[in-house]
């Protein structure tokens, strides 16, 4: 079903001018990104018989395109010395053998033969020089994949973390030969890979809805099959305190949605050496001084205007309590507040070995603690919010600092109009900040500032926009009008289309020194109207759009246009796989348009 | 995660003048809904402990409200002689005792006693007047659910298809009582309870995606449940034909997406019989002429572009071949055309037995046809597109008034402004037009030409809007301003809410004649970007908020005043029930929210 209005909204929206205007800002930057992704001159892209999402930085496999049988008895030859290699090498071992992946459309290759039968790969090796560099950002995430006709496959990279990907690669290069019933794998080919960014996450919230660890398991192994290797924990929030911790136990106990909503310090090792043997890192947010609502169930003493309705008057946005509903926040004139605080820093940061600790510190709402008691008289003197949050965050970020570990927070502790801090309460060496708003804008703002950034748009990354809202008792809705839209009540609506995702430039409007300042980017999960039933569909394969821009780039190597056209058809394949391997990722085309390569394009 | 915009967007929508004329446009029409919905007059709606969605015409519940035990034994006894009344009660029977559902906030009541011990509800009474009235459109699914304290429930009703609206609200109320471990019951409750409208439907399109018969059931179980009644099935699309028909086997062999994606008969005997044993009927829709380019796989010769490029000139909408990807319609100067479709037509009609046949009718497209010689020369004698398509379907309506059946079109046959057909080929007796476009608008328009209408709304009742668009090697998305928003690039965008569709009256600026001939509604389920990996979740709970408006309105009997603030506790529960039931519906709010009645509202 569809409509006139469909194209002709298409084509009207084409047809404004920014398309020929940004095309011309796009090109320089992405002939940059394109020269950085690909260290030969590489022909214009098509697909290959077979292909790997995220698209390798260079891949070749010579034609006429040939596959050879894999043994039933393959395994994986490698180094011992580093218990998390040797897990990810007997898991791609049994994937391979279990996952029988049928692709949407029947390869076109030949089976390798000599000497008139058919050779068979009996297992791979793997070579790496540096078996014991840790996972931290910035490590070393290359490798190179040979598989030779006769039967021979390596797979040679610096780290441990680097074979890692390099496993995904060649597991993603095997198929099931249906009539032959054969494990096949693609033959000839020689892959040189690395990503183009250090940082490529994924943020999911537990905060507003509690995800099972099996649901987190999963999200994690689908993300390193994307080559993806931060998953961004956003733990607690103002709605719920799910993370156990040993020295404040009651801030689970009392702030948690209950019983088995609860993650204990045994989930959190599993996770986190879940996370390991998939080359993944787990970045713990633990939100504050804001979004702390939770915090009151076990110290109502240090929680400002905890229990408050949100917004006292619907008409004076100004005087709200909270961004949404769930109001508290973190009162820094209370002493207690620090010990708490110290406490919470030091369990993270032992049961969380990465080198990055969130922080949080988005959205502190000056209703909050402008209703605070002794917070005003604190104003009566002459105070302000913004020394209120310098004062909060000065206390804090040496205690991050002191465990070793570099401070993330929300761009927001430095760029919120009404309240935030002075750059010298978070310095740069030991201060990265993530982006939200503003897209491009904030990005510049912040490395301009000198700081690094991670790049998370609500315009671009964040996955829960479009699905309306879950503030209640809103006659926004009630509207007769076929036209009606007001972005369906979402506030950073529209959906986030995969080809939006894609297509986004994290460095656009950058000078090549202040893209350098850019780590990366992460997809947002935020979930106040997700939870483990829809989970997969949100995510994926959207997160896998920009998992392939943030490794290899979003445009072609050779005509240093945006690939989006020929990712179509890979992006299907590839979700196709995903589902197979039990990620409920939703569909982006109809079966039909995949078997009829161009037939469903805008323009041929 | 939010912003001020969030909330400023919101005011913003809110304030606009149309809020203020539409409310006033509203009341009359929701009164008058209100007054059809409860016969007696009702106090201000607020939730009961326990709820059933979709919400009763009639409720009442003594207070202090009471529960019974369930007997572990508990059995539904009723009349012999229907076995589809059989199957539901033993159906019934077993959910209430498996189910152990437990409400996200434990409902206050009371357990009944008797002389000091409890006593327990060992069977529910069902009581049919009419045990053989046939599943039709218009039957009697009027109820009467009455359950005592002590012990003793009686489900009335004129039919038997009434008796399973009864059996749904009986389970919904009933609950797991976890500490003491039993199953309990709402006691002292009377339910009076009819539907609105007779025709509550939801439309699936298995042409463009093919769905498993498993996902079709459980779609209609859960329809079931939410007391709805029509299962409009979108059998076959341009995209594929996958309903193998006794006497024209090649058009799924040669139509549909392979082996193993094919309905066969069976499949079909036992979809139906699925949906009788539910009170749910299933009308087949199989589209024609458009939307036809599946049939070119077995007969060419009688479809016109087939395989042509749909868009050749984008900058050209009018030339177009298609709306969509998938060029082909049936040529009416083809004589073979008119036998394949008698065929079809007597087939159809002969696998399903409802009294609606859907023959489509929509977005003819003038490309196509214009691009075929043989109607190039009819033209060319002067004929025009709209005699053609009087010519098709004046053949094609006769053939399935004869079968006894009532067509069902798009209103696309009678309002599409380039091709469409003169009123006498289509007489409103054996005529039902579906309207889709333009809002309350058409709705008005296909009435006032003395049609009975079915309300599908693309601004209301969509479910695929707003996540896009699947047309390939489409600019649109890949633009860096974070403001930019063409919707998305989704044609009829942005993403329907359950609150959208809730809110909405598809009688809006109709008299009460012109009322009388709307039957009902059905959300519409299109299919190129869903399939059975996140079917649940585009569907659950927005067709559920649809259920409720057709049943017994969307706004409360005492005050006049549309329910939306009331409803989100009640279908928050509802969808948790939902997802117990194994439907993986979406949540519509943080768990936060519904242990804090009014805190996550926008006005309290």
Same mark, same amino acid.
């Given at each position: 079903?569809?409509?006139?209005?469909?194209?002709?909204?298409?084509?009207?929206?084409?047809?404004?001018?920014?398309?020929?205007?940004?095309?011309?800002?796009?090109?320089?930057?992405?002939?940059?990104?394109?020269?950085?992704?690909?260290p030969?001159?590489?022909?214009?892209?098509?697909?290959?018989?077979?292909?790997?999402?995220?698209?390798?930085?260079?891949?070749?496999?010579?034609?006429?395109?040939?596959?050879?049988?894999?043994?039933s008895?393959?395994?994986?030859?490698?180094?011992?010395?580093?218990?998390?290699?040797?897990?990810?090498?007997?898991r791609?071992?049994a994937?391979?053998?279990?996952?029988?992946?049928?692709?949407?459309?029947?390869?076109?290759?030949?089976?390798?033969?000599?000497?008139?039968?058919?050779?068979?790969?009996?297992?791979?090796?793997?070579?790496?020089?540096?078996?014991?560099?840790?996972?931290?950002?910035?490590?070393?995430?290359?490798?190179?994949?040979?598989?030779?006709?006769?039967?021979?496959?390596?797979?040679?990279?610096?780290?441990?973390?680097?074979?890692?990907?390099?496993?995904?690669?060649?597991?993603?290069?095997?198929?099931?030969?249906?009539?032959?019933?054969?494990?096949?794998?693609?033959?000839?080919?020689?892959?040189?890979?690395?990503?183009?960014?250090?940082?490529?996450?994924?943020?999911?919230?537990?905060?507003?809805?509690?995800?099972?660890?099996?649901?987190?398991?999963?999200?994690?192994?689908?993300?390193?099959?994307?080559?993806?290797n931060?998953?961004?924990?956003?733990?607690?929030?103002? $709605?719920?305190?799910?993370?156990?911790?040993?020295?404040?136990?009651?801030?689970?106990?009392?702030?948690?949605?209950?019983?088995?909503?609860?993650?204990?310090?045994?989930?959190?090792?599993?996770?986190?050496?879940?996370?390991?043997?998939?080359?993944?890192?787990?970045?713990?947010?633990?939100?504050?001084?804001?979004?702390?609502?939770?915090?009151?169930?076990?110290?109502?003493?240090?929680?400002?205007?905890?229990?408050k309705f949100?917004?006292?008057?619907a008409?004076?946005?100004?005087?709200?309590?909270?961004?949404?509903p769930?109001?508290?926040?973190?009162?820094?004139?209370?002493?207690?507040?620090?010990?708490?605080?110290?406490?919470?820093i030091?369990?993270?940061?032992?049961?969380?070995?990465?080198?990055?600790?969130?922080?949080?510190?988005?959205?502190?709402?000056?209703?909050?603690?402008?209703?605070?008691?002794?917070?005003?008289?604190?104003?009566?003197?002459?105070?302000?919010?913004?020394?209120?949050?310098?004062?909060?965050?000065?206390?804090?970020?040496?205690?991050?600092?002191?465990?070793?570990?570099?401070?993330?927070?929300?761009?927001?502790?430095?760029?919120?109009?009404?309240?935030?801090v002075?750059?010298?309460?978070?310095?740069?060496?030991?201060?990265?900040?993530?982006?939200?708003?503003?897209g491009?804008?904030?990005?510049?703002?912040?490395? $301009?500032?000198?700081?690094?950034?991670?790049?998370?748009s609500?315009?671009?990354?964040?996955?829960?926009?479009?699905?309306?809202?879950?503030?209640?008792?809103?006659?926004?809705?009630?509207?007769?009008?076929?036209?009606?839209?007001?972005?369906?009540?979402?506030?950073?609506?529209?959906?986030?289309?995969?080809?939006?995702?894609?297509?986004?430039?994290?460095?656009?409007?950058?000078?090549?020194?202040?893209?350098?300042?850019?780590?990366?980017?992460?997809?947002?999960?935020?979930?106040?109207?997700?939870?483990?039933?829809?989970?997969?569909?949100?995510?994926?394969?959207?997160?896998?759009?920009?998992?392939?821009?943030?490794?290899?780039?979003?445009?072609?190597?050779?005509?240093?246009?945006?690939?989006?056209a020929?990712?179509?058809?890979?992006?299907?394949?590839?979700?196709?796989?995903?589902?197979?391997?039990?990620?409920?990722?939703?569909?982006? $085309?109809?079966?039909?348009?995949?078997?009829?390569?161009?037939?469903?394009?805008?323009?041929?």
């Amino acid at each position: 079903m569809s409509t006139n209005q469909r194209v002709q909204r298409r084509l009207a929206a084409q047809s404004t001018a920014p398309m020929a205007t940004n095309n011309g800002g796009f090109v320089v930057l992405l002939l940059l990104l394109c020269l950085v992704s690909s260290p030969r001159p590489a022909r214009a892209d098509v697909p290959f018989p077979v292909n790997v999402w995220p698209k390798p930085t260079y891949m070749s496999w010579a034609e006429p395109h040939m596959a050879v049988r894999v043994s039933s008895s393959f395994h994986v030859v490698g180094p011992s010395g580093n218990s998390y290699l040797l897990s990810a090498a007997q898991r791609y071992t049994a994937l391979l053998l279990a996952e029988r992946y049928r692709p949407l459309v029947t390869p076109a290759v030949n089976i390798t033969t000599a000497g008139g039968r058919a050779p068979e790969l009996p297992y791979l090796t793997l070579a790496v020089s540096d078996l014991h560099a840790p996972l931290q950002h910035g490590v070393d995430e290359s490798y190179a994949l040979e598989i030779l006709p006769t039967g021979a496959a390596t797979v040679t990279a610096a780290t441990a973390w680097g074979a890692m990907r390099g496993l995904e690669t060649f597991s993603q290069l095997a198929w099931w030969w249906g009539r032959e019933r054969t494990l096949l794998v693609a033959a000839g080919v020689r892959v040189e890979d690395r990503p183009l960014y250090p940082h490529r996450g994924l943020m999911l919230d537990t905060g507003r809805t509690y995800f099972p660890v099996a649901d987190i398991l999963r999200t994690i192994d689908a993300m390193a099959a994307n080559k993806m290797n931060v998953f961004h924990w956003h733990i607690t929030d103002s $709605q719920s305190f799910p993370l156990e911790l040993p020295s404040q136990p009651a801030l689970a106990e009392k702030g948690s949605y209950g019983e088995g909503m609860r993650y204990t310090v045994e989930d959190v090792k599993l996770i986190v050496d879940f996370a390991m043997s998939r080359g993944v890192r787990v970045v713990p947010e633990i939100d504050s001084p804001g979004h702390t609502a939770s915090w009151a169930g076990a110290y109502p003493e240090i929680v400002s205007c905890a229990g408050k309705f949100w917004l006292p008057d619907a008409l004076d946005w100004p005087s709200r309590l909270a961004a949404e509903p769930g109001a508290g926040q973190l009162n820094p004139l209370e002493p207690k507040t620090y010990q708490v605080v110290s406490n919470v820093i030091n369990d993270v940061t032992s049961l969380f070995p990465d080198g990055l600790y969130h922080a949080g510190a988005d959205e502190v709402t000056p209703g909050c603690w402008n209703a605070d008691p002794s917070i005003q008289a604190y104003l009566a003197r002459g105070g302000t919010l913004s020394q209120l949050l310098e004062k909060f965050i000065g206390a804090a970020h040496p205690l991050i600092v002191a465990r070793n570990r570099t401070a993330v927070y929300w761009e927001d502790v430095l760029l919120d109009q009404a309240v935030n801090v002075t750059p010298s309460v978070i310095p740069p060496e030991t201060t990265i900040l993530q982006t939200w708003n503003n897209g491009a804008n904030n990005t510049k703002l912040i490395v $301009q500032a000198g700081y690094r950034a991670i790049v998370s748009s609500a315009s671009f990354y964040y996955l829960d926009c479009g699905h309306g809202d879950f503030v209640g008792n809103n006659s926004v809705y009630d509207d007769p009008r076929s036209d009606y839209d007001s972005n369906g009540g979402s506030w950073c609506g529209p959906y986030k289309t995969w080809q939006r995702v894609y297509d986004y430039d994290i460095t656009h409007g950058l000078t090549a020194d202040e893209a350098k300042l850019v780590i990366g980017g992460e997809v947002a999960m935020w979930t106040e109207q997700v939870d483990a039933a829809v989970l997969d569909g949100r995510v994926w394969p959207r997160a896998s759009a920009m998992a392939e821009a943030l490794w290899s780039g979003n445009c072609d190597a050779a005509t240093g246009r945006k690939r989006y056209a020929e990712a179509t058809d890979r992006l299907t394949d590839w979700r196709h796989r995903m589902v197979g391997r039990g990620v409920r990722a939703e569909p982006i $085309q109809p079966l039909w348009c995949r078997s009829r390569p161009g037939m469903c394009n805008l323009v041929r």
